[in-house]
């Protein structure tokens, strides 16, 4: 078939110019959604009076067939033709099966508008799928939150053992961050939601074409309202680059935790056989594979990011080809989030948490030194004192190879007499987690609390 532009041609392209420049087996993913767009554009031609009703109708027959065999059939339609991009090829086979009909499908459109509205479709599409997995991970924190409800687990920070909360706080976050994820996702799925065709190559079209009409048949919800700007936006691909890449960075941090917490420096959890390696000379070896790879997943998905725009930074109006890299790092971010995500939800459905190793850590690292400060602070002490007077208890703590909780009365006293046997009251895990019992604390309750709304919002 000759290409679409090839009347102002002596010559056709170098070979290695073609392969090249022709991206089909990247935009043969958008098949269907072109196919839909020329579609909705046949019926836009029929109201325009461009097409008869009978002469619409054998082009939507044909196109539909094109949908079926495209969703169906394994083989990709339309055999090894060396076709530019999925455009060409579909007006390849229209043409082929239609002829002089075919060709007058084309009238008022572009494939700069085309291949933008068929990607807004796609990524419509995909905000849905994310959503979706977002929600399951998410549910999947939420149960392991409700079974671990008020076991206590110790919080860090820099890494270093800091004050205990609930195993279930903990858990919670995750939660949080994939609830922030969400409405991300939903935001992307309204900015991808304006509908372009019509645009043409970037100047409008001369035939009256309905686009409401268009944007209509497409499920679309609003119409772009400057036809060089249609063609050339591509924020709404930027904002989903982005979307992903915080999403899989809050993966990665998770994936971090995974890898550290079923180290046997710590042991505190063991990630299930169906989620886990061997290695090929270390029998003993069991391996956080998953969790790295989504790890190294997330510097790609960054960088997938950082490529579109540096794409986009320096491009005049409107359309460039730069444009046509733009679907790869796409369908690259939103392939790799979605497998991740659902790689996720089924891996941490067989973590299971090792109580030895969780009292082992809190009992270890003076989590309740804070707890003796502000026990010093309610017997009249200004808290920079009470913290003071704590470090010293500490340090010598340490020297004599003893938790805070089993030095003697005796012993505190020697560091400030307004210390009383009260004292070993607030020097327990329990009293320290009942205590913070402020809006967003990790007190029972107020996990509970939490819990409840998280899953208000999950229904
Ligand atoms: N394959 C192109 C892309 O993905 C389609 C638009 C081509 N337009 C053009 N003027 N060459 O961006």
Known sequence: MKKLWGGR???????????????????????????????????????AGIFSEEEYLRVSDYLELLIAQFEDVEEIPGGDHDDEDIHSRIERLVTEELGELGKRLHTGKSRND?????????????????????????????????AHLGVPFP???????????????HLLVYVEQLLRDQTRFEAVRVAADVC????????????????????????????????????SDRDFMMEFLSAASICMTHISRLSEELILWSSPLTGIVEIG?????????????KNPDIAELARGKAGRVLGNLVALTHVIKALPLTYNRDLQEDKGLLFDS????????????GMMLTVKFNQVAIDRALANGYCLATELADYLVKKGLPFREAHEITGAVVLSAIERKKTLESLTLEELQAFDERIESDVFECLTVQAALDAKSVYGGTALVRVQEQLDRVKDLLK
């Not at 919080?155 to 706080?169: D, E, I, K, W, Y």
């Open 114 to 146: 085309q291949v933008i509205t068929d990607v807004r479709l796609y990524v419509m599409d995909e905000c849905e799928e994310i959503l979706f997995l977002l929600k399951t991970l998410s549910g999947v924190f939420v149960d392991l939150a409700e």
């Open 273 to 285: 056989d169906t989620f886990t390696t061997g290695s090929s000379i270390m029998p003993q070896k």
């Open 334 to 345: 939103a392939d790799t989030l979605a497998s991740t995500l659902e790689v996720f939800a």
């Open 196 to 231: 372009p065709l019509g645009s043409g190559a970037l100047a409008g079209n001369n035939y009256g074409l309905d686009r409401q009409f268009i944007a209509d048949e497409l499920g679309f919800s609003k119409l772009s309202t400057n036809s060089m700007d249609a063609v």
């Open 155 to 169: 919080g860090f920070t820099h890494l270093q053992t800091a004050q205990p909360v609930l195993l279930s706080h």
């Open 9 to 47: 041609f002596r010559e056709g392209l170098d070979p290695v110019a073609r392969e090249y420049s022709f991206s089909l087996w990247v935009d043969i993913r958008l098949a269907v959604y072109d196919l839909k767009v020329n579609l909705a554009h046949a019926g836009a031609l029929e109201k």
